[in-house]
C-alpha cells in the first residue's frame, strides 16, 4: 500500500496533465522567450529561471551548446494566469 498525500498526487497530476497538452499543441502551439514570459508576468526573468529549475514551469530548450535557449509554451502561461485567479 502506497501512502501519498492528495497534494503530492495532485501536482504529479497536473503535471502529467500539462505535459498532454504541451504535446497536443507542440506544433501549432505559441512559444515566449523567458524575457517574453516574465515581462507578461510581470516578474524577472530570474524568476522564471528559478521556476523553470524548479520544475513549476515547463520549458522547451531549442538548440544545444552556447546557442541554445529556452522557450515556454504558451499553456504555461494560461495555467500561471488561472493559479494567481485562484489565490486573488
Do not use: W
Amino acid at each position: 500500500m502506497f501512502l501519498v498525500s492528495t497534494k503530492s498526487l495532485n501536482l504529479h497530476l497536473f503535471a502529467l496533465s500539462c505535459y498532454i497538452m504541451f504535446m497536443d499543441y507542440e506544433d501549432t502551439e505559441t512559444y515566449y522567450t523567458v524575457k517574453e514570459f516574465a515581462k507578461l508576468l510581470k516578474v524577472s526573468p530570474e524568476t522564471i529561471r528559478r521556476g523553470i529549475r524548479s520544475g513549476n514551469i515547463i520549458a522547451v530548450r531549442i538548440g544545444e551548446g552556447k546557442t541554445s535557449s529556452l522557450r515556454i509554451p504558451r499553456v504555461q502561461l494560461d495555467r500561471m494566469i488561472y493559479k494567481n485567479k485562484e489565490v486573488l
